[in-house]
């Protein structure tokens, strides 16, 4: 395994920790979060040119051995010292999920299996929302044997399909030569009728929930001992695609709002045994006041720039309370900022502009001359960050923009 030590890397005392996924913005985040606190990063890459490998708070890139965690982990851990290993894609917190929760004197800083399969199944999260006084959307999940024509009758539509584990899902699909959809939208019964029909030859369907309305809200929460130790909230403003996806702008929701949703994003997590960071997710409508829970992300979201901006720090908390045994609160983070992510943000306003009937939402609404305006006017806003550039750190950026360059001359000369 080739070690890379980084130019600029900070020297501290405080022990090193290992980061599984150097290849996009949430990695970047956590590789910043610890290392400008002084904790030498060593981040694991499939990549060699990941963007975070290039960041000042990186100490060294290590390429990514095959085969399991347990096969090269430990291994690993002893070479560089590590405290602490953390991890951002769902497949590897499925496989450290299998390792004990600590190596040696290294703790492994992910969700327990138990856990993580609870969550990763939207219905059984949406099962526990239910018994504990949330609001879940109407939902079926359809299965062999059962009478789908009394569900086609009796789903208030329009509807959403998605599916309730996609990792379980995928390899089905792929198997059967079937695409693999984050999102289907069904506006009427025939509609149902014929997305059953598709997936009838493998036995295995996606989740049936109620469309639900209104804009995103996500409530992050850090859990020791059945308590929030940090609490921090954001509004989704876009996606990538538009209709439902990656968050490209979203701004920080002060504390004092939506405060009784929190109390229930709380309970719901001591509900579900929950240890570390997750995000609640919900669509909320502000004309009603309702919240509707889409589901639990045990794992570190998209939109994990922002709350870094807003100095409400996760993998720090978590890295602080495990390795540092400190106990101290939190400071409580900033909340009128806002960041985008600037090329889904950017594609996001192409398609509004020039392919709007690309949009699978058929209830999305499009504001062209709005959505221009403000991709331009948040260039001067200064409440506006990013989730890749900044400056004290810019050479991810750099990277970034050399190898989205690279790409589109390849794409050129084909």
């Known amino acids: 395994m080739a070690l890379r030590t980084s130019a600029g890397a900070c020297v501290t005392h405080y022990p090193a920790a290992l980061v599984l996924g150097l290849e996009n ?4 985040t956590i590789v910043r979060e610890l290392g400008e606190r002084g904790v030498p990063v060593h981040g694991i890459a499939r990549d060699p040119a990941a963007i975070a490998g290039v960041s000042r708070h990186c100490a060294a890139v290590i390429q990514r051995p095959a085969g399991p965690a347990r096969d090269w982990l430990p291994e690993m851990i002893a070479r560089t010292g590590a405290r602490a290993v953390l991890a951002i894609s769902e ?19 992910v969700p327990r299996l138990d856990q993580l399969t609870q969550v990763i199944d939207k219905a059984r999260t949406l099962d ?22 009394d569900h086609i009758a009796t789903m208030q539509y329009p509807l959403v399909a998605k599916w309730a584990n996609p990792p379980e899902a995928m390899p089905i699909l792929e198997q059967a030569g079937l695409e693999w959809l984050k999102t289907d939208y069904i506006r009427t019964p025939d509609e149902l009728r014929a997305l059953l029909d ?7 369907w996606p989740l049936i929930q109620q469309y639900c309305g209104g804009v995103g809200l996500g409530q992050m929460l850090y859990m020791q001992n059945g308590q929030a130790t940090l609490r921090f909230q954001h509004r989704r403003l876009h996606e990538w695609p538009p209709e439902g996806g990656v968050s490209t702008l979203c701004r920080a929701e002060p504390a004092g709002r939506h405060q009784d949703q929190m109390v229930l994003s709380e309970r719901l997590l001591q509900a579900l045994d929950w240890a570390g960071q997750a995000m609640v997710e919900y669509r909320y409508e502000a004309d009603s006041g309702r919240y509707w829970l889409m589901e639990v992300n045990g794992r570190y979201w998209g939109s994990l720039p922002l709350a870094w901006h807003c100095n409400a720090h996760f993998a720090w908390e978590a890295y602080r309370r495990t390795v540092l045994a400190q106990t101290d609160a939190a400071p409580a983070p900033r909340d ?8 889904p943000e950017t594609k996001r306003l192409a398609r509004v502009l020039l392919a709007p009937t690309r949009i699978g939402d058929p209830f999305f609404r499009r504001r062209p001359v709005v959505d221009l305006l403000g991709y331009i006017l948040a260039f001067f806003d200064p409440r506006t960050r990013y989730y890749v550039f900044a400056l004290s750190d810019p050479r991810p950026w750099m990277r970034d923009m050399g190898q989205m360059l690279r790409k589109a001359v390849r794409r050129e000369n084909r």
């Open 198 to 204: 598709r997936y009838a030859p493998i036995g295995c």
């Open 91 to 109: 497949s590897d917190l499925l496989d450290l999920g299998l390792l004990p929760p600590m190596i040696g004197d290294c703790h492994i800083l």
């Open 336 to 343: 009128h900022l806002r960041a985008r992510y600037m090329v």
């Open 128 to 149: 526990v929302a239910a018994r504990i006084g949330l609001r879940v959307p109407q939902t079926w999940q359809p299965r062999i044997g059962e009478d789908f024509a």
């Open 25 to 28: 913005a949430i990695g970047l």
